[in-house]
């Protein structure tokens, strides 16, 4: 807005007195053309230097005796004055300081304006009068409305900072989550099972039984710190093979661990990466709670896959539990996990009848999504 204002300045404010008195001869001709050419150039310098408020005070009193001059010397009139009263609201601060310069200025232009025409009231004159009297109260209402745009754009960039704030907190905590997950579903796992290999090994009487539990100490000690190298890699890794692949080593595992007979019905599948490691993270999660909690003797595993999911179910026949009272991070992290692929988690178990852990995933047609 203030580009075309300039332009509408230049063009219908000074060319047209640079214009009038072009025919003109004499002394008077070289004065107007002084007058608008130092307008042009203290405006050119305002503009050029929008943040020096002493410099802008400058230019608007010099104004006051330029628009009087102009009034008497030919090729001025009102129509200068009125194209130039913005200036006063754009560049005064405050509102008073504007109020009073153009009041200033338009008694600048009258006394010129009557000068010129010996005393007798001109249209220009009432021209002058008329259109500083109407600024005011325009120009008050610009101020109030630019005060108040510059007020929303503050709000605004102070909603969007903090909006920003907010997303990186929420990132922050999403990261935190999906780490806690992590360790508690690899690290934390590892090192439980360690401590309880441990324990047998060393209340193991038979040498060659202890040597298998050192044996899978060794073991899962490897994986937790392959697990390690995986969560401070930059991008998360995949557990290496297919799903089912990696479902019957873990239960492998199990079995010689914890001496709990395992009955696996696994289809051959390999679905997506993320959909493979949800499912594997959840099965693990899974034994890790019948080892430490349940007391069974025997667990069931099967995967099966559905015509539009595949299904993971874990179950065992051990002392149960009461949902509602279930504490800790296990289950709300694989709930939270099957739900960032679209999957959804079912928990059944009763005090005395064992746990039922079924997790399932929508999948399209051949089992990769």
Request: proline fraction near 5%.
């Amino acid at each position: 807005m203030r580009g075309w204002y300039a332009l509408v300045w230049v063009v219908f404010g000074l060319c047209p007195g640079l214009v009038a008195v072009l025919g003109d001869t004499g002394g008077q001709r070289y004065a107007s053309i002084a007058v608008l050419g130092a307008m042009g150039v203290g405006y050119a310098l305002v503009t050029l230097l929008p943040d020096h408020p002493a410099i802008r005070l400058t230019y608007l009193v010099l104004l006051v005796p330029a628009l009087g001059a102009m009034a008497y010397l030919p090729g001025g009139g009102a129509a200068l004055f009125v194209l130039t009263l913005p200036q006063f609201w754009l560049f005064a601060r405050p509102p008073g300081q504007a109020v009073g310069i153009s009041a200033a200025a338009a008694v600048s232009v009258v006394a010129g304006a009557l000068v010129r025409a010996g005393g007798e009231i001109s249209g220009n004159a009432v021209v002058a009068a008329g259109a500083a009297a109407i600024s005011v109260p325009i120009g008050l209402w610009w101020l109030q409305n630019e005060r108040r745009t510059h007020a929303l754009g503050d709000e605004l960039a102070r909603t969007q900072q903090e909006l920003a704030q907010a997303h990186r907190r929420e990132g922050a905590a999403q990261e935190r989550d999906r780490l806690a997950r992590e360790i508690h579903d690899t690290l934390a796992q590892g090192f439980a099972s360690i401590a309880a290999l441990a324990e047998a090994a060393r209340v193991a009487a038979d040498p060659d039984q202890r040597a298998r539990h050192l044996a899978s100490i060794e073991a899962t000690a490897r994986e937790n710190l392959d697990e390690a190298r995986v969560l401070v890699s930059s991008a998360p890794a995949a557990p290496p093979g297919s799903l089912t692949q990696s479902l019957r080593r873990a239960l492998d595992r199990f079995a010689e661990d914890t001496g709990v007979a395992v009955t696996a019905d696994l289809v051959d599948l390999d679905p997506a990466p993320p959909l493979r490691s949800a499912l594997l993270r959840c099965a693990q999660e899974s034994l890790a709670n019948v080892r430490k909690h349940a007391g069974a003797s025997a667990v069931t595993v099967v995967l099966a896959r559905r015509p539009d999911a595949v299904e993971l179910e874990v179950t065992d026949d051990g002392g149960g539990f009461v949902l509602a009272d279930a504490r800790g991070f296990g289950i709300n992290g694989m709930r939270r996990r099957l739900a960032e692929v679209g999957g959804d988690l079912t928990v059944t178990s009763s005090v005395g009848d064992g746990t039922r852990v079924l997790a399932e995933i929508p999948v399209a047609e051949g089992g990769r999504r």
